[in-house]
């Protein structure tokens, strides 16, 4: 049978040769070309269907309330620059985007400290149950997100944390794609060098810092990067547990302001030119991370030679 | 500079594998110990018990005078010089052998002036500012040593540092580490699987097999008089020959019957075979190959040790050929001088030199005549 199986294979191998050697020549080349050329209208139309939200978004808020309504003509007749000036003194939107930005830096600050002594401890000691831990931890993962927001919104209330940063924080402390993410690039770190580090009398707080950490640092940004996205978007659960204007997000202040306030349908240029605004950070850090954010995915561990 | 004490060491896994069985040395101050033997043997698994990386099952383990069974390996005062080398991938050089030092809050003159120190014994100052990935394989294993030496431990713990380096280099580094101890005077407990390097570097060698200590003696104690087939085995290249035997007895003379061959042996080894009562029992008879001569003149001089066969390998090595034959069903080699005429397809007279015959018991395979 298995003879049978390596033969087939070897038959197969010889008819792809004698195909391989008809296609030979100009023929061949001309695929190759038609080929090239359609895997680049692939991508060219994959990358216009993401970016045409970004560029209608940007080309709406230079327009007036009129010209968004006009399905007519694609660009404004004259940009509208001043409702970006509009959005930014005249709105609290540069409070949303502080309070987003700061509840984002300790979210991804705490997550970061937490997944990495979660899986430094899952991966590099040894005690029992470790197994099962990771298996718990995992579990969670399944669990739906909606599922968690009554017993956390109870939590925080007992403890007087509703419509504070700090609640708003500490909800997130604990990222478990973070801990898998992290678990995975620290396997890729050889025992040898943890057990070097011992041994030169480092304990397991600098293992994790000085030796390990640098070596994964590519999936430390990706994931850093993740969590501060997930977070600087979040929407539903910071408008569960804050109320106040001055504690919003910036998803709930976009919608407080823009829509809550009655002018449902009649300031879209605003709408779209705080929408631009709010996006400017996320794609700043995204343009010094791009290098390691791209590393990261592929799961290089920057452990070379 | 520590000696070291390992009482009834054993190691289970908690598969119930036993790695280590009733491990018992005494290792003196200043000495080049070597941990020999098969691979599964248990010789990294000790080595690891006394860093710390592993915890011992039961037993006592004292580096000094102070037991370290529980004790982290950070704080045994102890130097490991890895395999595959451990260096940190991320730091220079520099900093991978000041790392230790750093930790220890050693000040920062003090470090450069050790770490350059230690640069300069292993020629590795012009070295200092590169990564490791830049380094070549011997250049690691410099760093990986200088690594070790910059801390000044009470003992060196090396697992097979050489072996993944090409055999000169193996040969240049065998002659490094040796100058090494000589010049740092430490304890140095060396894992290898390697004979040569066990015999060329150690004072004493610890020969393991199956978790289990076979003998423990010096390089030349261990090859002259082998406590078992295991280690006779193991220690030599070419290894011993073996042959199945019988013991014949006739007065106070001892006679090996083998292959049709009645090889007699020496009157103190002959006592010993009377004594033990082995008369008309299968022994097994271990020549090293350096003692099966083809020289007409040794031949004439020992009547009663001489053997006949056809020569199936002929190797010229330069300045020893080897002869590969069959005698009474078991593959031999003998290590003779290059002027032999001897050839493949020769069938060619051996003798043993008698002096030289070990005897070892079938059933329990230890030494009879040692």
């Known amino acids: 049978m298995e003879g049978q199986k390596l033969l087939n294979g070897y038959q197969t191998g010889q008819q792809t040769r004698r195909q391989g050697a008809v296609m030979f020549g100009p023929g061949r080349k001309i695929i190759n070309s038609l080929l090239h050329l359609l895997k680049m209208a692939v991508l060219l139309l994959a990358s216009l269907v993401t970016a045409f939200p970004f560029v209608w978004m940007i080309i709406s808020a230079l327009k007036t309330k009129a010209e968004i309504m006009d399905v007519s003509a694609f660009l404004p007749e004259t940009a509208q620059w001043q409702n970006f000036s509009e959005v930014l003194f005249e709105s609290p939107m540069v409070r949303y985007i502080g309070n987003s930005l700061f509840v984002s830096v300790c979210t991804v600050a705490i997550q970061v400290v937490t997944g990495a002594m979660i899986a430094y401890a899952i991966v590099f000691m040894r005690f029992r149950g470790r197994k099962m831990l990771f298996a718990v931890i995992m579990a969670t993962y399944m669990l739906p997100t909606a599922a968690t927001y009554v017993p956390s919104y109870i939590i925080l209330s007992n403890w007087n944390l509703l419509n504070t940063y700090t609640g708003l924080i500490i909800s997130n402390a604990v990222s478990i794609f973070g801990i898998f993410l992290l678990r995975q690039a620290f396997m890729q770190v050889p025992a040898g060098l943890v057990e070097a580090a011992k041994i030169d009398g480092a304990n397991a707080w600098k293992i994790l810092w000085k030796i390990v950490t640098p070596m994964t640092k590519s999936s430390f940004i990706t994931f850093g990067l993740m969590s501060f996205i997930s977070s600087y978007n979040n929407y539903m659960w910071p408008s569960l547990i804050t109320d106040s204007p001055e504690m919003s997000l910036v998803s709930q202040g976009l919608r407080r302001y823009f829509i809550e306030g009655g002018a449902y349908g009649t300031e879209w240029p605003k709408v779209m030119a705080g929408s631009t605004i709010i996006v400017v950070p996320l794609l700043i850090l995204f343009m010094f991370t791009q290098k390691w954010f791209i590393n990261g995915i592929g799961g290089d561990t920057g452990m070379k030679g | ?370």
């Open chain 2, 1 to 370: 500079m520590a000696s070291l004490s390992l009482k009834h060491i054993n190691k289970t896994y908690p598969n119930g594998f036993e790695a280590v069985k009733d491990f018992n040395l005494e290792i003196e101050d200043k000495e080049f110990i070597i941990f020999v033997g098969p691979s599964g043997c248990g010789k990294s698994t000790t080595l690891r018990m006394i860093a710390g990386l592993e915890e011992i099952t039961s037993g006592e383990l004292k580096i000094g005078d102070k037991v370290v069974n529980d004790v982290e390996p950070k704080d045994r005062d102890i130097a490991m010089v890895f395999q595959n080398y451990a260096l940190y991938p991320h730091m220079t050089v520099y900093d991978n052998m000041a790392f230790g030092l750093k930790l220890r809050k050693v000040p920062k003159d003090e470090i450069d002036r050790m770490v350059k120190e230690a640069a300069k014994i292993l020629d590795l100052e012009s070295l200092l500012d590169r990564k490791p990935k830049a380094l070549s394989g011997g250049q690691r294993q410099r760093v990986a040593m200088g690594r070790a030496i910059v801390r000044n431990p009470k003992v060196f713990l090396m697992d097979e540092p050489l072996s993944n380096l090409d055999a000169k280099l193996r040969g240049q580094m065998r002659i490094e580490i040796s100058k090494l101890h000589q010049r740092l005077g430490t304890t140095i407990i060396y894992v290898t699987h390697d004979q040569t390097e066990a015999m060329t570097l150690g004072t004493r060698i610890v020969v393991m097999s199956a978790g289990i200590v076979q003998q423990v003696d010096t390089p030349q104690v261990l090859y002259d008089t082998p406590c078992n087939l295991f280690v006779a085995g193991f220690i030599g290249s070419p290894q011993m020959n073996f042959l199945d035997a019988t013991c014949k007895v006739n007065g106070n003379k001892v006679a090996l019957e083998v292959g049709g061959a009645a090889i007699e042996l020496p009157p103190a080894k002959a006592k010993k075979l009377i004594e033990g009562g082995y008369d008309g029992k299968t022994v097994v008879l271990g020549i090293r190959p350096e003692d099966v001569h083809d020289e007409p003149m040794f031949i004439a001089s020992s009547p009663n040790t001489v053997i006949e066969s056809k020569i199936r390998v002929y190797e010229m090595l330069g300045a020893e050929v080897y002869l590969y034959f069959d005698y009474a069903g078991a593959s031999m080699t003998a290590r003779v001088d290059p002027r032999t005429t001897a050839r493949t397809g020769d069938t060619v007279k051996f003798a043993f030199d008698a002096e030289k015959i070990h005897v070892f018991d079938k059933e329990t395979e230890c030494t009879i005549t040692n």
